[in-house]
């Protein structure tokens, strides 16, 4: 075990992306060496491009994990369209 625990608000935040839709996209990084915390969400309406605008902020050498809400349509197989 590393020893690097995961704040609350990156489960809540994760679970809100997934189940309710809310935001579009969130930015986690670690704090203190110690703790996986939430450093930026992105509104629901934000593009891909904030999202990777946001992921870089931290800078050069510095560790950011994304979760981005990619919606897509699927064409099923065998449809006319």
Do not use: N, P, W
């Not at 992921?55 to 449809?79: A, I, P, V």
């Amino acid at each position: 075990a590393s020893g690097v625990t995961v704040a609350d608000i990156c489960k809540t935040t994760y679970d809100e992306i997934k189940k309710d839709k809310k935001h579009r996209y969130v930015i986690f990084y670690i704090k203190d060496e110690k703790q996986i915390d939430v450093e930026v969400i992105g509104a629901r309406d934000a593009s891909y491009d904030a999202f990777l605008e946001d992921l870089q902020k931290g800078g050069s050498g510095e560790c950011r994990y994304g979760l981005f809400d990619f919606e897509y349509t699927h064409q099923c197989q065998g449809t006319s369209e």
